[in-house]
């Protein structure tokens, strides 16, 4: 995306345009090719591309302009509880969202709301985890597939201690009851991690 950093260490302003639009635009990620593979400031690409990202959603139109082009949520279920998640994660101090996915369609539908806490990506789909890890703010975990909602709390509760949440603050976890059955996220907790 930052072609002339190819072979210079500063990128245009059309480029560094693109990425900021790209972002705005809701993009869970973008890439580097030549900059990073053969270019002569790979480190400074990736870098420059790091931070016009970062600046790019702490501007204080983001949110405004992300929501203005975000296409309007279903009424379902699924996209009522990632709803929920962001109003929750707004007004509580929240560790982490875990969002239990046996396809990795609700982390996508949390990240899609772009909420500020971390999103802890639990799957037992080792394919899925891997996917998950292009989706924005995500931060994916295999994991063997729950038994019951205590069993995906414990499982929940023990990859948030893994990443050093903050064991004073809630955790939101999001799933599907019954376990393995994809696109039913039909469960919201809220529990606080001993």
């Not at 203005?68 to 996209?79: K, L, N, W």
Request: net charge negative.
């Amino acid at each position: 995306m930052l072609e002339s950093m190819v072979s210079s260490a500063v990128p245009t302003r059309a480029e560094t345009s693109d990425v900021a639009t790209a972002v705005f635009d809701g993009a869970d990620a973008v890439m580097l090719s030549a900059e990073s593979a053969s270019g002569a400031f790979p480190v400074q690409a990736v870098s420059m591309m790091n931070r016009i990202i970062e600046r790019t959603e702490n501007a204080p139109s983001y949110r405004q302009l992300f929501k203005a082009v975000r296409p309007p949520a279903s009424a379902d279920a699924p996209e009522a509880i990632s709803a929920a998640i962001f109003t929750i994660a707004s007004m509580l101090p929240v560790a982490a969202i875990v969002a239990y996915t046996t396809s990795g369609a609700t982390a996508e539908r949390i990240a899609r709301e772009r909420p500020t806490s971390r999103i802890l990506s639990l799957t037992p789909d080792e394919a899925v985890a891997r996917q998950l890890t292009l989706t924005w703010g995500a931060c994916p975990l295999h994991v063997d597939d729950a038994q019951n909602v205590e069993d995906m709390v414990t499982k929940a509760t023990a990859a948030a201690h893994r990443i050093g949440v903050d064991r004073h603050k809630p955790l939101l976890i999001a799933a599907g009851v019954p376990f393995g059955t994809p696109g039913i996220s039909n469960l919201l907790r809220i529990v606080y991690p001993s």
